[in-house]
């Protein structure tokens, strides 16, 4: 049902001039093209871009006054600044001071007296530069370019100014940045799976042949490649950067739906809508990241203060998102006409506060729809790998109070991750669990080694998930060799008892792991963090929640994939109206999430003997989502999912897939099974995947349905 939303503070204040906004939005794309000249593999190129970057930042620290040079305010770039004394969901220590830069300020206009408005501007100017620099410093795939960032910010706080740090030493909050893919693809680098047998590395078994590459040589260029087009690595990026093959298919889909210059809806209003859709899970990260990239794409920063500053069109969304987002099964194919409505079907919206211009063309709504899916889905991934906003975007960074060496200590960090990273190449069974894939072992021994195995800085597992770690592995073996099967028939109404049986167990949608510490320093006390009210990209009272969808409600019914599903429709219908090609390439990061594997589980395997298929257990993840969102298939045995899934990675699973603003380091630390930390991030990827085909089948099923009745 919809209802109000929360009592999240939306108090604004101040609204910059027009001549401090222009400034702001032309240093922007000044800086894009500034730092562009740094994407490339050629070093000699590459040097004289740094070269040129020096001695304009240089010139400006030299016009910049004493006293201007400490202050840690920059301008903003929306036309809204949340009042912090007053938001419940602004975290912050006795150390540090958020600056939610670059779009928050201090900086009343009553200080921008006409003396000093050019100090200060070229000081804001300065400091988003800064915020470039530190960036690249660390998340930069060239060796070069991140020490000639250091040297120039140490040269920076040298003079006096203060430089901000990262909230964050790692892009998640979740994931040691020593366990995450490195960037440094010279010749040596760290492969993203850890193991000495290449076979293994987490991919489908066709898709290196597909894409023509063997695993060493994937990994290094899909990083060059992505620098080298957008200049930035995300951290969402370098979470991924553990599936090689799946992030390049994502990119594929990614670049052709969302950055791509075609498409019906203007490249601007799908940052938009990616806005809306990631503010429905209070999703912060991505919301930083999408309102840098719209106003860099041209967008209107007054859209930027909430989604009544948006046009009309885009505001008719509201509604869809948010059902699509908490309940999709509630949506219907008279969502579709109001939006439709109109010239293009013969309506009329003479009674309508609308004009024929507020009207969506279907190809317009089917990518509208796409993109949301995308967001709503990615939402789920990055809370479930507790990604930070990155370094130059809303909430990214903080000015510590006490006056510490960050620049120095960004080496030294960055020299132990590629000291651990070396140790983990000659010892890659040292970060990985012992293999428990032998059911013939000595259980007691098993137990004991699974456990002594885990991370010194991690909490050891409970006894109760080593346990079933080992029944898991142990069922799988059986499976895979033939001594178990699981494959009975079964009528129609026992298909039914079991598709309601494997959700109804009254699992904890909150599971207490209260003993489970933050073990890591961080400016950060709570995960996920908010640095805005988001509520505004909603309309006023549209706002909904999750509720548990009821097998025996009279009001919808199951959907039945045997009667209309994503491969023999949804692809057909995307391609229609998106290209002959969208529908095919979605298709395939489906397929490739769903059967990329390293034959492992809790630890890498040693040798071909020890490979564990892990299919039966990825399916029964896979079509365990589905089943929270109310889609049955005929073809799936349902009483699989209780089988391979205990109640505490059901609970996650679900927590993950419909309430991920809820996530918390515990819940991605206490799974209910003892995995390695990119297993972890796997079954994340199959939740968002499944999530997002399950939302697509609902509004494409209501687009067709709708297109046939007009």
Same mark, same amino acid.
């Given at each position: 049902?919809?209802?109000?939303?929360?009592?999240?503070?939306?108090?604004?204040?101040?609204?910059?001039?027009?001549?401090?906004?222009?400034?702001?939005?032309?240093?922007?794309?000044?800086?894009?093209?500034?730092?562009?000249?740094?994407?490339?593999?050629?070093?000699?190129?590459?040097?004289?871009?740094? $070269?040129?970057?020096?001695?304009?930042?240089?010139?400006?620290?030299?016009?910049?006054?004493?006293?201007?040079?400490?202050?840690?305010?920059?301008?903003?770039?929306?036309?809204?600044?949340?009042?912090?004394?007053?938001?419940?969901?602004?975290?912050?220590?006795?150390?540090?001071?958020?600056?939610?830069?670059?779009?928050?300020?201090?900086?009343?206009?009553?200080?921008?007296?006409?003396?000093?408005?050019?100090?200060?501007?070229?000081?804001?100017?300065?400091?988003?530069?800064?915020?470039?620099?530190?960036?690249?410093?660390?998340? =930069?795939?060239?060796?070069?370019?991140?020490?000639?960032?250091?040297?120039?910010?140490?040269?920076?706080?040298?003079?006096?100014?203060?430089?901000?740090?990262?909230?964050?030493?790692?892009?998640?909050?979740?994931?040691?940045?020593?366990?995450?893919?490195?960037?440094?693809?010279?010749?040596?680098?760290?492969?993203?799976?850890?193991?000495?047998?290449?076979?293994?590395?987490?991919?489908?078994?066709?898709?290196?042949?597909?894409?023509?590459?063997?695993?060493?040589?994937?990994?290094?260029?899909?990083?060059?490649?992505?620098?080298?087009?957008?200049?930035?690595?995300?951290?969402?990026?370098?979470?991924?950067?553990?599936?090689?093959?799946?992030?390049?298919?994502?990119?594929?889909?990614?670049?052709?739906?969302?950055?791509?210059?075609?498409?019906?809806?203007?490249?601007?209003?799908?940052?938009?809508?990616?806005?809306?859709?990631?503010?429905?899970?209070?999703? !912060?990260?991505?919301?930083?990241?999408?309102?840098?990239?719209? *106003?860099?794409?041209?967008?209107?920063?007054?859209?930027?203060?909430?989604?009544?500053?948006?046009?009309?069109?885009?505001?008719?969304?509201?509604?869809?998102?948010?059902?699509?987002?908490?309940?999709?099964?509630?949506?219907?194919?008279?969502?579709?006409?109001?939006?439709?409505?109109?010239?293009?079907?013969?309506?009329?919206?003479?009674?309508?506060?609308?004009?024929?211009?507020?009207?969506?063309?279907?190809? $317009?709504?089917?990518?509208?729809?796409?993109?949301?899916?995308?967001?709503?889905?990615?939402?789920?991934?990055?809370?479930? =790998?507790?990604?930070?906003?990155?370094?130059?975007?809303?909430?990214?960074?903080?000015?510590?109070?006490?006056?510490?060496?960050?620049?120095?200590?960004?080496?030294?960090?960055?020299?132990?991750?590629?000291? !651990?990273?070396?140790?983990?190449?000659?010892?890659?069974?040292?970060?990985?669990?012992?293999?428990?894939?032998?059911?013939?072992?000595?259980?007691?021994?098993?137990?004991?080694?699974?456990?002594?195995?885990? =991370?010194?800085?991690?909490?050891?597992?409970?006894?109760?998930?080593?346990?079933?770690?080992? !029944?898991?592995?142990?069922?799988?073996?059986?499976?895979?060799?033939?001594?178990?099967?699981?494959?009975?028939?079964?009528?129609?109404?026992?298909?039914?008892?079991?598709?309601?049986?494997?959700?109804?167990?009254?699992?904890?949608?909150?599971?207490?792991?209260?003993?489970?510490?933050?073990?890591?320093?961080?400016?950060? !006390?709570?995960?996920?963090?908010?640095?805005?009210?988001?509520?505004?990209?909603?309309?006023?009272? *549209?706002?909904?929640?999750?509720?548990?969808?009821?097998?025996?409600?009279?009001?919808?019914?199951?959907?039945?994939?045997?009667?209309?599903?994503?491969?023999?429709?949804?692809?057909?219908?995307?391609?229609?109206?998106?290209?002959?090609?969208?529908? $095919?390439?979605?298709?395939?990061?489906?397929?490739?999430?769903?059967?990329?594997?390293?034959?492992?589980?809790?630890?890498?395997?040693?040798?071909?003997?020890?490979?564990?298929?892990?299919?039966?257990?990825?399916?029964?993840?896979?079509?365990?989502?589905?089943?929270?969102?109310?889609?049955?298939?005929?073809?799936?045995?349902?009483?699989?999912?209780?089988?391979?899934?205990?109640?505490?990675?059901?609970?996650?699973?679900?927590?993950?897939?419909?309430?991920?603003?809820?996530?918390?380091?515990?819940?991605?630390?206490?799974?209910?099974?003892?995995?390695?930390?990119?297993?972890?991030?796997?079954?994340?990827?199959?939740?968002?995947?499944?999530?997002?085909?399950?939302?697509?089948?609902?509004?494409?099923?209501?687009?067709?349905?709708?297109? $046939?009745?007009?």
């Amino acid at each position: 049902m919809l209802m109000r939303g929360d009592s999240e503070s939306q108090s604004f204040q101040r609204v910059p001039n027009p001549y401090i906004e222009a400034k702001f939005l032309s240093s922007a794309r000044f800086r894009v093209a500034l730092f562009h000249g740094l994407s490339t593999e050629n070093a000699s190129d590459r040097e004289d871009v740094l $070269e040129s970057i020096s001695n304009i930042v240089r010139s400006w620290a030299s016009t910049i006054p004493n006293s201007l040079k400490n202050k840690p305010e920059v301008l903003p770039l929306s036309q809204e600044v949340a009042d912090k004394s007053t938001s419940s969901h602004l975290h912050s220590n006795k150390n540090a001071s958020f600056t939610d830069t670059p779009w928050q300020s201090d900086v009343g206009e009553s200080v921008m007296e006409e003396s000093e408005s050019e100090e200060l501007v070229t000081k804001s100017l300065l400091q988003l530069h800064t915020l470039t620099m530190l960036r690249l410093s660390r998340h =930069c795939p060239y060796q070069d370019v991140r020490n000639a960032m250091r040297k120039l910010l140490k040269e920076l706080k040298d003079l006096g100014f203060r430089i901000p740090k990262p909230i964050h030493a790692s892009p998640s909050y979740f994931i040691p940045l020593k366990d995450i893919p490195s960037l440094d693809v010279g010749d040596e680098f760290r492969s993203p799976v850890v193991t000495n047998d290449p076979s293994s590395f987490a991919t489908s078994p066709s898709s290196y042949h597909s894409l023509d590459l063997n695993p060493s040589a994937l990994w290094p260029r899909i990083v060059k490649e992505t620098f080298n087009n957008s200049g930035r690595i995300t951290h969402l990026f370098r979470i991924m950067g553990y599936f090689p093959s799946y992030l390049e298919k994502f990119r594929r889909v990614y670049s052709s739906v969302i950055r791509g210059t075609g498409g019906p809806i203007p490249r601007t209003w799908r940052y938009y809508i990616g806005i809306m859709a990631s503010s429905c899970h209070s999703c !912060q990260y991505l919301v930083s990241l999408l309102r840098s990239e719209f *106003l860099l794409a041209g967008g209107d920063p007054s859209w930027l203060k909430g989604l009544p500053f948006a046009p009309h069109k885009i505001q008719k969304l509201a509604i869809i998102n948010e059902i699509v987002a908490h309940q999709p099964w509630l949506l219907t194919p008279e969502h579709i006409a109001s939006l439709v409505k109109g010239a293009e079907y013969g309506g009329s919206s003479a009674n309508s506060n609308t004009t024929s211009l507020d009207n969506w063309t279907m190809s $317009e709504l089917v990518q509208a729809f796409v993109t949301m899916s995308i967001y709503h889905s990615l939402s789920t991934f990055s809370l479930g =790998c507790g990604l930070l906003p990155e370094i130059d975007t809303l909430g990214g960074v903080a000015f510590d109070q006490e006056d510490t060496d960050d620049i120095d200590d960004a080496n030294v960090e960055a020299q132990k991750v590629n000291n !651990q990273n070396e140790h983990s190449r000659d010892h890659p069974a040292s970060i990985a669990m012992p293999s428990l894939s032998e059911s013939s072992r000595d259980s007691n021994s098993s137990l004991e080694s699974l456990q002594l195995s885990v =991370c010194s800085e991690e909490a050891a597992p409970e006894v109760a998930d080593v346990i079933f770690t080992t !029944q898991l592995i142990s069922k799988l073996k059986k499976t895979q060799n033939g001594e178990e099967d699981m494959e009975v028939d079964v009528n129609q109404v026992q298909k039914q008892e079991e598709f309601e049986k494997c959700e109804n167990l009254d699992i904890i949608l909150t599971p207490p792991h209260s003993k489970i510490v933050y073990p890591y320093a961080s400016s950060l !006390q709570v995960y996920p963090p908010q640095f805005e009210p988001l509520s505004r990209f909603s309309l006023d009272g *549209l706002a909904m929640k999750y509720e548990d969808f009821n097998v025996k409600s009279s009001n919808y019914s199951v959907f039945r994939l045997t009667d209309w599903s994503w491969e023999d429709h949804g692809v057909g219908l995307v391609s229609k109206y998106l290209g002959s090609d969208v529908g $095919e390439l979605i298709d395939d990061e489906f397929e490739e999430v769903k059967s990329m594997t390293d034959c492992s589980l809790a630890a890498l395997p040693s040798d071909h003997e020890s490979h564990i298929d892990t299919a039966p257990f990825r399916t029964a993840i896979w079509y365990y989502v589905l089943r929270l969102f109310g889609q049955s298939h005929d073809d799936y045995q349902y009483s699989l999912v209780n089988h391979y899934l205990n109640k505490k990675i059901k609970s996650y699973i679900k927590k993950v897939a419909c309430t991920p603003e809820k996530i918390s380091y515990s819940d991605f630390m206490s799974m209910g099974v003892v995995l390695r930390l990119e297993e972890k991030c796997h079954i994340t990827l199959l939740v968002m995947e499944a999530r997002r085909q399950a939302e697509l089948v609902y509004m494409l099923n209501n687009v067709m349905k709708f297109t $046939e009745k007009r």
